[in-house]
């Protein structure tokens, strides 16, 4: 590694303007390269869930892993830690230097639409869980980024959102886990779209004080993806990299800002010394081969999908089990799997963070790999749920010139002539490889229906569209684009359907085309879909089928329309066909399970009516086989949920995400989630830290110290005894509350955790140690931290509403 002088030695080869090329990356995910000093670029990718690498192609696969919340479900650090290795691996096969992951923002709202992104609505969760994955990642080789940097919470005018919070809420809850990701040594931090408190963040002053004055980080501070809209205060602040390039608010610039006296030399160097610290952390400093990034890891494909299926298995959540699970595989007869999203399983969320997967089990395909040769799986989607068609796929059409399952991507000029034309597996496409000349994106493909009826046909885009079916056309216009959100013009963009009547065994031949214009991307999203079934009969399909089979499976969930990056949730209900399926399910036969598909909480007004209620949220791509295990009680359910779930929305202590006149007032101040609850004397659906298994604990004692030092980390114990009649794993948690103290306080609030395994019969204490950080507050007027002496109570259970065990112990001044 290169020590500061040699460093130095280098910055002193570069001019001015080599030195500002190195701080805008050079194309979208890439850094700028420089021979002078041996400096190669390194590559970006998003990464939360699986690391896409550096392009949104469907024959570049990669592993899928369970949505972020999913994660902080498992309340398991080292499966994590492990998970994190997993990312780098794929990394490191997809030629990516830095994942742009973990998110650290909360679950603030819940309507926030980025839920499945993030991990919790509580601070010490959301670090701890975020630190454990920038370990796992780190450890080969390859960069975490903490992001995005800080009270980035909901979507709503994100790119221009002035958030409004107190000094106290701002240190104590939304900096916190950026605060534990660079105690674990985390390498970048992401600066957000959104101003707080006034500064927009690429500018803000925080990126100096407290990340790099109190808390250390000599790492490199990146901008959200087009976030740097200004040169001279972002530039004179703490950012180092402007992305994507080579276009960027820099480039001549700043360079005229320095040459003019705008600007300090120094500032740019040290942007520079930061810059090559970290390429020379990645090993792409200096000749090639010397030692830089940590060897490969080694890791079975096999090994790769237990894992996956391992974690999805661990982030489960048994809601609630009225002696019906888990179901015995051998004294079953007849299974019914009820739902579209049984099929067609949500594995992931929607926005810039999406992968193309290796492979997708769905719940049905699990469940019936599960009691392959046991019993019969019978499986009816019920009605269809809201949301535009689902993209063509290989199973539906076929590449009209080669007649190989997909579709035909072409790119034409202005007069139509091909330029180039290949086939893909998807209607999917957001980045058309662009040539010169060209003008329009078209796709096409040859229609296998299964079913006659009225298909809607949709296309998303921006521009002028059209689309056809058998020279016929079905919709034709010009679309402007209506927004600057990058993930809902690059990734997501709205889309336009219309209906045509499909002969079953009649192929037809569907030609869909955009025109490209300067600022409205290249995504085009071509997809189809069979005609809705009468509602009542599809209901009494479900019914019946429920009632002639000794179980049922009913899955249930949001959509990308829902749940997505770039836009907020207005509601938080199902739409009505999905609840009615439930209640329809559960109303004949009582040995049901309802299955929740989503990210984020929904209203379940059927819960009580269910057998059992699992949530697997987004499970990543071995999610039906990891249902399956937990389903015939392979896998004990291991989730706890991270966020604190309302039985109505109304409920919600908290749901504004939408600005007013640009600004978004954090009122709340320390008070969200399970905080917000008690403040307010409400009782959730469930409790933040709820879940069940399958056994029963008893808890018996809490332990700890009388008395504790300011400044000072203290440990409890927690006898737990497994009261069932299986092993199983608890999850004991710690809450701390300080009633009658000087200082408000939340009523109570989650201060740490341990899990312990048991079996029938047997008794375990869990050591639950809680950091002195949680003792402390902000003093606003001092500006400093303190910790008030006084009595504190100590309480221990199983979620943040059941807390059976009490003790107090009494803080003392420090010396």
């Excluded at 096999?302 to 959540?317: D, E, K, M, S, Y």
């Amino acid at each position: 590694m290169y020590d500061d002088d040699e460093l130095d030695r280098l910055i002193d080869k570069l001019t001015l303007r080599a030195k500002v090329r190195l701080l805008t990356g050079a194309d979208t995910w890439r850094t700028a390269a420089e021979p002078a000093v041996q400096l190669r670029p390194w590559v970006m990718s998003d990464g939360p869930a699986g690391v896409r690498g550096p392009s949104w192609d469907e024959r570049k696969t990669s592993v899928l892993l369970p949505s972020a919340t999913a994660l902080a479900a498992t309340w398991d650090e080292p499966l994590v830690e492990r998970l994190g290795a997993l990312l780098a691996l794929e990394a490191r096969r997809k030629g990516v230097h830095v994942v742009l992951a973990p998110n650290l923002n909360l679950h603030r709202s819940p309507l926030g639409g980025r839920h499945f992104e993030c991990f919790s609505e509580d601070p010490e969760l959301t670090g701890r869980i975020g630190a454990a994955l920038v370990r796992g990642i780190q450890a080969h080789g390859v960069a975490a980024t903490a992001k995005h940097y800080v009270a980035n919470d909901s979507e709503t005018d994100r790119l221009t959102v002035d958030v409004r919070v107190g000094q106290r809420a701002l240190r104590e809850v939304y900096l916190a886990p950026f605060e534990a990701a660079v105690a674990a040594g985390v390498r970048v931090v992401m600066a957000g779209y959104n101003a707080v408190n006034g500064a927009t963040m690429t500018a803000s002053p925080l990126l100096t004080d407290p990340l790099r004055s109190d808390w250390g980080f000599d790492g490199v501070v990146v901008s959200d993806w087009g976030a740097a809209r200004t040169t001279l205060d972002t530039a004179d602040g703490g950012l180092d990299l402007v992305m994507p390039g080579p276009e960027g608010a820099w480039g001549e610039a700043l360079v005229r800002a320095v040459e003019e006296g705008d600007l300090a030399q120094r500032v740019v160097d040290d942007k520079v010394r930061r810059l090559l610290k970290q390429a020379d952390w990645l090993g792409e400093l200096g000749r090639p081969g010397r030692p830089g990034r940590r060897p490969e890891p080694g890791v079975r494909p096999g090994a790769v999908r237990a894992l996956a299926r391992r974690a999805a298995a661990a982030g489960t959540v048994l809601l609630a089990n009225r002696g019906v699970l888990p179901l015995d595989a051998d004294g079953l007869e007849t299974v019914a799997v009820i739902g579209a999203h049984a099929a067609r399983t949500r594995t992931q969320g929607g926005g810039s963070a999406g992968v193309f997967p290796q492979a997708e089990i769905s719940v049905l395909r699990g469940v019936r790999a599960r009691l392959r040769g046991r019993a019969r799986v019978v499986h009816v989607p019920g009605p269809v749920p809201e949301g535009p068609p689902p993209p063509l796929d290989a199973e539906l059409c076929s590449d009209p010139r080669s007649r190989v399952p997909g579709v035909l991507l072409r790119v034409l000029d202005a007069r139509g002539s091909e330029l180039y034309a290949e086939r893909r597996a998807t209607g999917r496409q957001l980045e058309p490889r662009m040539v010169t000349g060209a003008h329009t994106v078209e796709i096409s493909a040859r229609l296998h229906p299964r079913v006659t009826g009225a298909w809607t046909l949709g296309i998303a885009g921006f521009g002028r569209m059209s689309l056809r079916v058998d020279g016929r056309t079905l919709l034709e216009g010009d679309f402007p684009k209506d927004t600057d959100d990058p993930a809902l013009v690059h990734v997501s963009p709205p889309a336009r359907c219309a209906t045509a009547h499909l002969t079953e065994g009649r192929d037809a031949l569907l030609v869909a085309r955009r025109e490209l214009r300067p600022g409205t991307g290249r995504a085009m999203v071509v997809g189809a879909a069979p005609p809705a079934a009468d509602e009542a009969a599809a209901l009494e399909a479900a019914a019946r089928a429920a009632r002639e089979a000794d179980a049922a499976i009913v899955v249930v969930g949001t959509t990308e329309h829902d749940e997505c990056e770039g836009r907020d949730r207005l509601r938080i209900e199902l739409d009505p066909v999905q609840n009615a399926l439930v209640s329809a399910v559960a109303a004949a036969n009582t040995r049901t399970v309802a299955v929740v598909n989503s990210g984020g909480p929904v209203e379940m007004p059927w819960r009580e009516e269910v057998g059992a209620l699992l949530l697997p949220w987004f499970p990543g791509q071995e999610g039906g086989g990891a249902l399956a295990d937990v389903l015939f009680g392979r896998t004990e359910p291991g989730g706890r949920l991270p966020t604190t779930w309302p039985a109505v929305l109304d409920d919600a202590p908290l749901t504004g995400t939408r600005p007013s006149d640009g600004r978004l007032d954090y009122s709340e101040d320390l008070h969200i989630g399970h905080r917000g609850w008690l403040r307010a004397g409400r009782a959730p659906a469930y409790w933040f830290g709820h879940g069940l298994g399958y056994t029963t604990w008893e808890y018996e004692e809490l332990t700890g110290p009388a008395t504790v030092r300011a400044g000072e980390s203290f440990t409890v114990g927690v006898r737990v005894r497994n009261t069932g009649a299986r092993p199983g794993r608890e999850v004991v948690q710690v809450y701390l509350a300080r009633p009658g103290a000087g200082v408000e306080y939340p009523e109570r609030w989650f201060a740490g955790y341990a899990a312990v395994h048991a079996r029938p019969g047997e008794t375990v204490t869990a050591q639950v140690r809680v950091p002195a950080r949680l003792l402390r507050h902000w003093d606003e007027r001092a500006g400093t931290w303190r910790t008030e002496p006084g009595p504190c109570q100590v309480l221990a259970g199983r979620s943040a509403g059941d807390l059976p065990l009490t003790a107090v112990t009494e803080l003392h001044a420090e010396d």
